[in-house]
């Protein structure tokens, strides 16, 4: 039901069940791992009321085999069935046991982390802070983004909006209709909604 991808390698779909809600993806050479992707393949929901906590293992620092450290990055749901999950800023020393123990399972290599999923209840999920380093970079998250500093910038400009006949004469003033403002604020909303990636052209 679960499926992992990091840029440039193939996709890995079949994690190692370690019990009956947990799952284990291996990442060899996690050093070089900038972020990654966890999503559900469709054929398999989560049952009603659950989704899936995503957790980072760093092997044992030590290189002994002793207890692996495990960090949240966040979930996926059935609303929700993928993320993409920034790893290169996370630390070693932030992490704990997590839902997973103190030992990794699988390969003990100091170059192979995992990325564990654990099925919980949705209010759990709801309660749960993600490691700080590991934001979710999603679309959905840019366009929130967008709409809010849209929204911050009409409103800041509006506030200064006078009549003609409020206004007093200055020379050195430059002055816009406010509906210039509205227009243009109008017309970024519907080309952020057609293309969220217009402005890179």
Known sequence: MLGCLVAGRLVQTDPVQVSSDKFVFELPDYESVKHVVVF???TVPFPAG???AVYFCFP???????????QLLGFITNDKPSAIFKLSGLRAADGGTGPFGS??????????????????PLEQLAQQS??????????????????KMLDSLFN????????????????SETFVP?????????NFQRRLAHNPNFWKS
């Open 50 to 52: 659950t989704g899936g």
């Open 156 to 171: 800041f400009a509006s506030s200064f909006a006078v009549t003609q006949a409020q206004m007093t004469p200055n020379p």
């Open 103 to 120: 030992v990794a399972p699988g390969s003990a290599a100091p170059s192979v982390a995992q990325v564990g999923v654990s099925v919980e």
């Open 130 to 147: 993600p490691a700080a380093g590991a934001a979710v970079s999603t679309v959905d998250s840019f366009l929130l983004f967008t709409q």
């Open 60 to 70: 044992d620092p030590t290189g002994g085999g002793g207890g692996a450290v495990w």
């Open 178 to 186: 406010s509906s210039c403002v509205l227009r243009w604020y109008e």
């Open 40 to 42: 559900m393949l469709g």
